[in-house]
């Protein structure tokens, strides 16, 4: 086995279930067109509430996805998850085939936000409404926050290192920081990710409580990170899985290399002080470039955690500034999920997903819905900008407090 420093994290396979695309090509199609996704909450059961827009997956069918057996015991996050690592395993061509000798050489993280909102809700109206005999057995395991995980796992008969990362939206992050240290503790390949399904009514009711959410009820309005208009954001539906591996194993099979995981950092800065989050996620982005050996002008693209709220923007804006120096007003900045919501843990993957994408046809997305920018950020709005690019740093923040920063190098980028 080659030592922790030769091993090397790659991504091999991408598997999207968005708001603005059930697959990755539809997901990448609307996301450098710009396209805004953003629409009304029709959920049942969500008509009455506060909340009004928000990015919702609707052009899924799980039936047509996942096996009826999976399907019983598990709730639409874990269906969003299934289906995205099926998408990604087949993009990676990674078939059972490929690890059925050494099935503990592949493993599985996944971060989650809120678990399984909509199964738990509905048990709990059994059991109120009709009586504990009619609350299903699955009930104690659908709504827990490992059961993508643990679905994943046991679907595809994986039986490496497996994990949840339950740290707030930057989670979404960490858990791909998770899948490279198990890679270079010896793991040849980790499916990783995270999807949510924030839409039941009790979930929604559950985020209420965030001064941050929006309750704006027009739907290119109610999400505008980085502008005088900045007033919330709006949550989101699905997420993404990726495949990564040991990059030598890899290149043994004949796999495709899409991107590097180069470095990661995180950091907490306490829930909702968006002022001290500048020198949390400034820091986080200084661990990350030193993790990836980065000087901060090699930095090609900057995917922004975007939260839409005044105070939290202008820190994210100091925080670069602060990180990248001089090269932080100059590098293009980018929100793709202004046009498709906040998926909490999934959103940060999403933009993991769309910084391979971007680095692939060198081409940066743009940020829907945003313009008149008001902080010193060179944020790509409208149309996409052509750009080349070898190197994607993507943030991610809480509501909690957590910080998070991941630096992507593109395929042919050579480690150190």
């Known amino acids: 086995m080659s030592s922790r420093q030769d091993r090397h994290t790659v991504v091999t396979g991408i598997g999207v279930i968005a708001p603005n695309g059930a697959n990755t090509e539809a997901f990448w199609k609307s996301t450098h067109e ?17 909340l009004r827009v928000a990015g919702e997956v609707r052009d899924f069918d799980a039936t047509a996805l996942i096996e009826e057996r999976f399907l019983v015991q598990t709730d639409r996050f874990t269906h969003f998850a299934m289906a995205a690592a099926d998408l990604a395993m087949e993009d990676a061509r990674l078939g059972r085939g490929d690890y059925e000798g050494s099935p ?28 504990s005999r009619f609350v299903g057995p699955y009930q104690s395991i659908a709504w827990f926050y490992a059961a993508s995980t643990g679905q994943i796992s046991i679907r595809g008969g994986f039986k490496g290192p497996c994990g949840v990362v339950a740290s707030d939206e930057a989670g979404g992050l960490d858990a791909l920081a998770h899948a490279a240290g198990a890679i270079r503790r010896g793991t040849d390949a980790v499916v990783v990710g995270a999807a949510e399904a924030p839409l039941a009514p009790y979930s929604v009711v559950c985020q209420l409580g965030y001064e941050d959410l929006s309750t704006c009820e027009e739907p290119d309005r109610a999400y505008r990170p980085f502008t005088a208009d900045a007033c919330g954001f709006v949550p989101a539906e699905g997420g993404a899985m990726l495949v990564v591996e040991e990059e030598t194993a890899a290149r043994r099979r004949g796999a495709r290399v899409r991107a590097r995981v180069a470095g990661h950092a995180a950091t907490f800065t306490g829930p909702s002080r968006w002022e001290e989050s500048r020198e949390g996620l400034a820091q986080a982005i200084r661990g990350a470039l030193r993790e990836a050996e980065c000087a901060p002008e090699e930095i090609d693209v900057v995917f922004a ?15 670069i500034a602060d990180a ?31 910084a391979v994408l971007a680095m692939e046809r060198d081409l940066v997305p743009p940020t829907p819905n945003v313009f008149d920018v008001c902080h010193d950020l060179d944020v790509v709005t409208g149309r996409a900008r052509p750009a080349q690019l070898r ?26």
Request: charged residues 20%; neutral net charge; proline residues 5%.
């Open 391 to 416: 190197t994607a740093l993507v943030l991610s923040r809480g509501l909690m407090g957590s910080n998070a920063a991941l630096v992507l190098r593109h395929a042919t980028e050579t480690p150190s």
């Open 34 to 50: 710009g396209v805004s996704v953003l629409d009304r909450v029709t959920r049942e059961g969500c008509e009455h509430l506060p």
């Open 104 to 131: 503990f050489a592949v493993g599985v993280v996944t971060a989650a936000g809120s678990g399984g909102g909509e199964f738990g809700q509905r048990e709990l109206q059994r059991l109120w409404g009709q009586g």
């Open 305 to 319: 955690d975007a939260l839409g709220v005044p105070e939290a923007d202008r820190a994210e804006a100091m925080a």
């Open 324 to 354: 990248l120096g001089a090269h932080g007003c100059k590098v293009p900045v980018t929100a793709p999920k202004t046009g498709i919501g906040r998926a909490y843990c999934g959103g940060p993957v999403l933009d993991a997903a769309a």
